[in-house]
């Protein structure tokens, strides 16, 4: 019996001069299947070919008229739709990078949906799950079908950040499983919905901080947070770079931590490693994924040169999650 797929055509607004670090970031998602649409390349085209114009389309003339286009396609099912956030997120914090304004508005368009309308047919794809053997990640619409001994970490799925269902997340939270023990000190870099410090102030953790260079992430955390009735006592959510800004780094430094996460992607995770080193404690771990599978050895190489021992890689489709003491 064949089994066919269904399809979501992403369209990424950009410029020339944003082709090159959109794809980048695709790239470092696990998307390598992009399709270009660039207005100044089909203008070069007609300029450089005038003998050819009676053959040029006026449909495809008007077609390419307008911005550059980045162009890819996602399944239309859970994981697909992870996806789709993980594409909004890295675009909103290129948005944050481009102070010059050169890569364009960098929104999205999905086939002819609007965003409200994708944020309420997302219902329809996303259910209560397990995840590791204590956790259940549910829905705020849905209830438990009966008790349970697992945490419970309830969400708001929405257009932004993630839910849990991507492999990535769901690495980074069998590892906090294992290394989230009562009264530590906990640290979300790159934080995005605040699932991995939520859960593990939920697994025991007395204090936890999360970080994230969108100021989104700041609401949407403490959302959830309350969604999960956490207090605010025991949760501080801030926005900013944690490479570059300093009053960041002395508010993260107060504290020493006995787990650092940073679920993001492997050029992030490399440039985050000088500072990831100077927050942990001693004979703490550093639990890092959003790691594609040929970036593994890169990790790898500047996790051990900043002093750090790899205790194991693991690997759920083509994404992996290096631990490291």
């Not at 050819?52 to 449909?59: Q, T």
């Not at 993980?86 to 914090?93: A, F, G, V």
């Not at 932004?160 to 023990?181: D, I, M, N, P, R």
């Not at 501080?236 to 107060?254: F, M, P, R, S, Y």
Request: aromatic share 8%; charged share 30%.
């Amino acid at each position: 019996m064949d089994i066919y797929m269904d399809w979501i055509q992403v369209s990424i607004f950009t410029t020339s001069e944003g082709i090159e670090p959109v794809s980048g970031r695709l790239y470092q998602l696990g998307i390598n299947g992009i399709e270009i649409e660039d207005e100044q390349d089909f203008k070069d085209f007609l300029e450089n070919n005038k003998q050819y114009w009676d053959y040029v389309d006026d449909e495809l003339v008007k077609k390419m008229e307008g911005e550059t286009k980045v162009k890819v396609y996602v399944s239309d099912d859970t994981a697909g739709r992870e996806l789709l956030i993980s594409i909004k997120s890295t675009l909103e914090d290129l948005k944050l990078l481009d102070t010059e304004h050169e890569f364009g508005r960098l929104e999205i368009e999905y086939d002819s949906m609007t965003e409200e309308d994708w944020a309420n047919n997302w219902r329809q794809y996303f259910h209560t799950m397990e995840i590791g053997e204590k956790l259940i990640i549910k829905p705020e619409w849905e209830e438990l079908k009966e008790p349970t001994d697992r945490v419970v970490f309830n969400i708001e799925p929405g257009m932004s950040f993630g839910t849990g269902s991507h492999y990535t997340t769901q690495l980074c939270l069998e590892a906090l499983e294992q290394y989230v023990t009562p009264g530590m000190k906990m640290l979300d870099l790159g934080c995005g919905s605040g699932i991995l410090s939520i859960i593990s102030l939920l697994l025991g953790a007395d204090e936890a901080v999360a970080v994230d260079i969108d100021p989104n992430a700041v609401d949407t955390a403490y959302a959830n947070a309350e969604r999960n009735g956490i207090d605010k006592s025991k949760y501080t959510v801030l926005a900013g770079n944690v490479v570059t800004d300093t009053d960041i780094q002395e508010k993260i430094a107060k504290n020493k931590y006995e787990v650092v996460a940073a679920n993001i992607v492997a050029d992030v995770i490399i440039g985050l490693c000088p500072k990831a080193k100077e927050y942990i404690k001693d004979g703490g771990v550093f639990i890092t994924s959003g790691i594609i599978e040929d970036r593994i050895d890169d990790v790898k190489k500047a996790l051990i040169e900043n002093g750090f021992e790899i205790i194991t890689v693991n690997r759920r489709k083509d994404w992996a999650s290096i631990i490291c003491r």
